[in-house]
């Protein structure tokens, strides 16, 4: 299990589900567009405070965005 690419994928599916740009979403999450970009692309690990920021921003509760999707 990689947690990195789980949670980036996670937060994608979440944002696009909003209907939210990268762009758009990092203002929402009050972090910068890039940032969300390397999470979204696996390149970033992420504090608890930041997967909170996320989770907040998506309406969603934290822990959802750390369970691996079923195919």
Known sequence: MDIIRIFGTNVKKYRLA???SQEAF?????MHRTYISAI?????SISLENIQRIADALGTDAYKLLIEPKE
């Open 18 to 20: 909003k209907g939210l």
């Open 26 to 30: 990092a203002e929402k999450c009050g």
């Open 40 to 44: 979204e692309c696996f390149r970033r």
